[in-house]
């Protein structure tokens, strides 16, 4: 069974910065590219960053130089740091991976105040 559970977020100022995280089931991590999504009312979910198994990242343009995704494959935890925040950052993120079937998470709220 495939679990991903979110946390670390929160409500901040903009300008500030949140870290989250996200803990994997131990079989799935490894070998697996991970990502976050994020998803504001009205709108569709949207991609904002993935990390590759062989540790290669991709960024939404709307968060490059500002956010950073990385993994800790021996503690099976997937983080977003996240700097710089700004108000249209505020959203529900998830952490999603494929392994034959699209998995998420619960889902962690971010609020960035102006």
């Known amino acids: 069974q495939v679990q991903l559970v979110e946390s670390g977020g929160g409500l901040v100022q903009a300008g500030g910065s949140l870290r989250l995280s996200c803990a994997a089931s131990?079989?799935?991590?490894?070998?697996?590219?991970m990502a976050w999504y994020r998803q504001t009312p009205g709108k569709q979910r949207e991609f904002v960053a993935r990390i590759f198994s062989g540790g290669s990242k991709s960024y939404a343009d709307s968060v490059k130089g500002r956010f950073t995704i990385s993994r800790d494959n021996a503690q099976n935890i997937l983080y977003l740091q996240m700097n710089s925040l700004k108000p249209e950052d505020t959203g529900v993120y998830y952490c999603y991976c494929y392994i034959f079937s699209d998995y998420w998470g619960q889902g962690t709220q971010v609020t960035v105040s102006s």
């Open positions: 131990g079989s799935i991590f490894s070998g697996r590219s």
